[in-house]
């Protein structure tokens, strides 16, 4: 009788782009005919670690962004005090985590700080099991790479070619969103979708996010997008109640709070504003809705810019004239409505390489049932 392979993926409850890959990830290795669950890597953690980590991240970003940049250079280097207290949180989950791996065939990780934990214990020997770290920031970081783990996964050839200056292989395997980002959407979804959020037909609409706390310079961004003359500007302020109690009433301004019709809106958009590289960020380059950086968040968000900048990407748009500028160069062409080349495919496939470490091959007869 076929035994399933058990495939323990370990995020973090920290904004929503961990998470949404790792479900993602069990999706298609259920798919496969794995069986695969999730844990939350930050729920090992003593409480201190636990509520610095969930609780002040978002605050730090908002009201100390100098000190939070400051903190994301430091953790650069090993010696640095930001880097020590890391490092106990890293080494307070390795028990649990061992705990957790107990008869399961591997273990994935989209959240960096989970990634040392297991590339510490796949160095020393202490977890048997093959150990891979899922990035899903289009910057590569130390803290996403680690020499014990045994694969390192990106989205896009750029990031793993950011990452090699760590001294570990990354490759690419395209994006973990759901498939409903890639598939075509009816005709009719556009002018729906612009009708009910009370949008004009003919304008250009740009979809801004700043990830499910609705963090960063959000108010500015939309002071930039009315610099235009006639586009409107769509916020998803995620779960920030009073972000979007702030933009209430503003002309050519529609406020969103925690919608799951992404694909939709993306389709009622002629461009995406985003300011920290995050998931949304991804399924927007996978549904082909062009993307732009602007006043990105201090830390990842910075060094996520970067990085889709340089590999064109998402243009990072500098000034609130060149952002309204950007808007018509960048959301007046025809739409694509899928990418120019795959994201992935069945050899070339997160979960196919997930697979693969647990032992099971791709020509498994369970993976044809599995579909």
Known sequence: MFSRPRVLVLSASIGQGHDGAARELVRRLDRRGLAAHVVDWTDLLPTWGRRALRDLYAPSVHYTPALFDRIFTDLE??????????????????????????????????????????????????????????????????????????????????????????????????????????????????????????????????????????????????????????????????????????????????????????????????????????????????????????????GHGRANAAVLDAAGLAPWVRGPDELAAAVDRHGAGPRRRRPSRPWWTEERDASAVVARHAGLPLDEPALAAAG
């Open 77 to 298: 280097h090993p010696g640095r005090p930001a880097s020590l207290v890391t490092q106990r949180l890293i080494r307070a989950a390795e028990r649990p985590v061992l705990a957790l791996a107990t008869g399961v065939d591997a273990v994935v990780t989209t959240y960096p700080l989970a990634g040392q934990t297991l590339g510490r214990l796949r160095a020393d020997g202490r977890l048997g099991v093959p150990a891979l770290a899922f990035l899903t920031d289009p910057a590569a970081h130390r803290l996403w790479c680690h020499p014990g783990l045994d694969d390192h996964l990106t989205v896009t050839d750029a990031t793993a070619a950011d990452g090699a200056r760590y001294g570990v292989a990354l490759r690419s395997v395209g994006a973990l969103c759901a498939p409903r980002f890639s598939r075509p959407l009816p005709g009719r979804t556009r002018p729906r979708v612009r009708r009910e959020l009370g949008l004009p037909d003919d304008v250009p609409v740009a979809l801004l996010v700043s990830g499910s706390l609705g963090m960063g310079d959000v108010e500015e961004a939309v002071d930039a997008l009315g610099r235009h003359p006639h586009a409107w500007a769509v916020v998803a302020c995620g779960r920030n109640s009073a972000l979007r109690t702030r933009l209430a009433g503003r002309d050519r301004v529609v406020t969103l709070g925690w919608r799951d019709d992404m694909p939709e809106l993306m389709a009622a958009a002629d461009v995406l504003v985003h300011n920290a590289g995050g998931l949304s960020c991804t399924e927007a380059l996978v549904a082909g809705l062009p993307t732009l950086t602007y006043r990105p968040i201090p």
